[in-house]
Structure formats: structure tokens, C-alpha cells
């Protein structure tokens, strides 16, 4: 069970495996789920290729969707429900680990 969920949850921890994809996430969270290139790169003070290239790793794993908006792409959040399951199976198991007793 526990390593199903590992492989469930293994694109997305690999994926925020970088700090500037976690920053990443975190302007998402900030703006309610969905933000511009732009709005990232402003957030961040980042050059638009290195946040384009983020966006697109996330979008491969799958942490992402993307639509546009006239001239604009407005990507927003849309991880998989089997890989947030994953990673809340995960925290369990590793709270249950930590609380146990040691020998």
C-alpha cells in the first residue's frame, strides 16, 4: 500500500524537487490557484524564460493545467486527486512513524 503511494506521488515530489518550482506553487497558492507567466515572473522577479520553463515541468508532471485568455495563458493548479491522495497517505504513514515509540 505505502509503495503504491510512493509511486503515485513520485512525479509531484520530483517535480517540486527545486526550490524556484516550489516558489513556483507558492504564487499559485497566493493568487488562488491560478496565475499568468507574467504575474509569476513579477511575483518572483524572475526572467520570463527561466519561469516558462518551470511552468512547463509542472505542466509535464501534471501539477498544472493551462488555458488562455486572449493573449494570455493562465495556468492554475490541477493536481491529480490519486497524487494528493498519495502524498496525504505518505504524511500519514510518516506522522504514525514519528509518534510511534523506539526500541
Do not use: K, N, W
Amino acid at each position: 500500500m505505502i509503495q503504491d503511494a510512493l509511486t503515485t506521488a513520485l512525479p509531484v515530489l520530483r517535480a517540486l524537487g527545486e526550490a524556484t518550482r516550489v516558489q513556483i506553487v507558492g504564487v499559485f497558492l497566493d493568487r488562488g490557484g491560478a496565475a499568468t507567466v507574467g504575474e509569476v515572473q513579477s511575483a518572483l522577479g524572475l526572467p520570463q524564460s527561466t519561469v516558462s520553463r518551470h511552468l512547463r515541468i509542472l505542466l509535464d508532471a501534471r501539477l498544472l493545467a493551462v488555458s488562455r485568455a486572449g493573449p494570455h495563458r493562465i495556468y492554475r493548479l490541477d493536481v491529480p486527486a490519486a497524487a494528493l491522495d498519495a502524498l496525504e497517505a505518505l504524511t500519514t504513514e510518516v506522522r504514525a512513524c514519528q509518534a510511534a515509540p523506539h526500541p
